[in-house]
C-alpha cells in the first residue's frame, strides 16, 4: 500500500526547503511518495531529484501555491500513487 | 517574484560579485575615518570632507555592492551569463576602486589632476560597464520586473555620472561645486540609480528571504516608470521654470515603496530576522529622508544623512546578510554535487555568518544612525559619529569575510 508523505516548507527561508526536501526524499521507503508543500515552485529541487534518481511532478495547491509529488524513480506502486494524488490538483503552468 | 524566473544554473563564478560585496565594507570605513579627522563633514553641505565622504559612501560603498549584485543577479535572472564575466568582474572592479579613490582624494584635497584623472577612470569604468549590462539586459528574453528595474537604474546610473563629469568640467576641476545641476546630480544617483536598483532588488528578495507575499503586480509594473518619469519630467521643468512642483511623483514612488515593503513585512508569518530589521530601518529612514525633502528650508545634510546612512546603507547591509551566506551555500552545493559528495556536509546560512555576528552589526549600525542624527545639530558627536561609522564597516566586512572563510573551509575539508 503506498504511503504519502506531507512536508511543509512553505515557512522556511531559502535554502531550507530545498536542504529539507532532499533529506526527506532520501527517506522514503518503497511505495512511499513525498508530497511537497511550498510557497513557490522551487526551481532549484528538480536537478538535485533528478541527480538523486527521483522523479517528480508538480501542480498548483489548495494551501499553499505550489505542491510537488516526488518518488523514486522505478518505484511503480508510489509513482501511481504520487500521479494519482496530483491529479486531484490544477496545473502549476501559472507559476 | 517567482523562482520559474530564476536561472540558478547560470549563477557566475563566487569571485564575480564577492570581490565587490568585500570591497564596499572597507570605503564605508575609510568614510567613517574621514568623518573622524575632518568632522565638518557632517556641518556643512560644501566642504571637501563632505564630497569626499559622500562618494566614498555612494560609489565606494553603493555602487561597488550594486555592481557586485547586478553581475550576480542578471545572469540569475535573464538566464544568460554576462560575456567574459571573470574579466569584467576584475577590470570594472579594479576601476570602480581606483576611480574612486583618485576621485575621493582629489576632492579631499581639492587636486585637480586627480579629481580629472578619478572621474576619467570613472567614465570609462561605468560605461564599459554600462555597455555590456545594457546588452545583456537587451537581449534579455525574461519580462520580469527587475530586469526593467536595473535597466532604469542603469540609466540614471549614466545621468549621474554624465552630470557630476559635467560639473567637474564647468568649475575647471575645483571644489565646491554650488550649481543648479548639483541638485539633479544628488537625485538621479540616490533617488534614480540607488533606489530604483534597490527596488528592482527588492522585488526578489524581500518576497524570497524575508517570506513576505509578493509586491502587488500593479506596483511592480509602474513604481519604476512613475520615479524615474518624475525624476526626467522634474529635471526639465527645474532648469527650464525653476520650480519643483514635478518632485512630488518622485517623493510619491519613494514613500509608496517604503509603505508597501513596511506593510508587506507585516504580513510575514516568520519570527523576525536581522535582515528584516535592517529593512524595516531602511524603510522607516527613506520616510523620513522624505519628510526632510519636504520641511521648509536647506536639510540636505539631514537629508543625506537619513537617505545614504539610513536607507540605503541599512537595506545594502540587510541584504548582504542574505545574498552572501546564500550565494556561499550554494556555491558549495553546487561544487560538492560535482565532486559527488552529499550535500549534507553544506553548512546552513546560520552557520555561514551567525545570527549573533549580524545582530552586534546592527545594534552598532543603529548606534551609527543615532550618532550621524545628533552630531548634525550637535557637531560635537560628529567624530564619535565618524568613529561609529568605521567599526560598523569594519564588524560588516569581518562578518562578510568569516563566510568565506567557511567556504574555504569547507571546499579544502572536502577535498582532502
Known sequence: MAREVVLDVSELEPPEPLTQSLAASERLERGDYLRLLHRRRPCLLYDNLVQRGFASETRAGRVVACEVFIWRVGDDEAAKAARA????????DHL | MSYTALSLAQTPPLAVPLRYLLTAPLFAAAAGVVVVFAPEALLSRWTPATLAVTHLLTLGFLAMTMFGALQQLLPVLTGSRLPHAPLLSALVHIGLTVGTITLVLGMGTNHAVMLEVGTLLLLITVDIFAVVVGIALLRARSAHATVGAMGGALCALLITILLGSGLLRHFEWQVPFIHPLTDLHVMWGLAGWVVTLLIGVAWQVVPMFQLTPDYPRLLRRFLVPLLLAG???????????????????????????????????????????????????????????????????????????????????????????????FLIWLHLNNRLQQ??????????????ISEAAMRRHYRLHLLLLGLALLALFWPVLARTAGAALAISALLLWWNLWQGRRVYRAVLHGATV
Open chain 1, 85 to 92: 494524488a496530483a491529479a486531484m490538483l490544477p496545473p502549476a
Open chain 2, 231 to 325: 525624476l526626467a519630467l522634474w529635471s526639465v521643468v527645474r532648469l527650464a521654470f525653476a520650480t519643483d512642483i514635478p518632485f512630488v511623483l518622485v517623493i510619491l514612488a519613494l514613500l509608496v515603496f517604503a509603505a508597501t515593503t513596511l506593510w508587506l513585512q507585516l504580513r510575514r508569518r516568520r519570527l523576525p530576522d536581522v535582515t528584516l530589521s535592517f529593512w524595516r530601518v531602511a524603510m522607516v529612514m527613506l520616510s523620513g529622508a522624505v519628510l526632510a525633502i519636504l520641511l521648509p528650508g536647506e536639510h540636505a545634510l539631514l537629508f543625506g544623512v537619513l537617505f545614504i546612512l539610513g536607507f540605503a546603507m541599512s537595506a545594502v547591509n540587510g541584504m548582504l546578510y542574505k545574498i552572501v551566506p
Open chain 2, 339 to 352: 565532486s559527488g559528495q552529499w550535500q549534507g556536509r553544506v553548512p546552513n546560512m546560520k552557520q555561514i
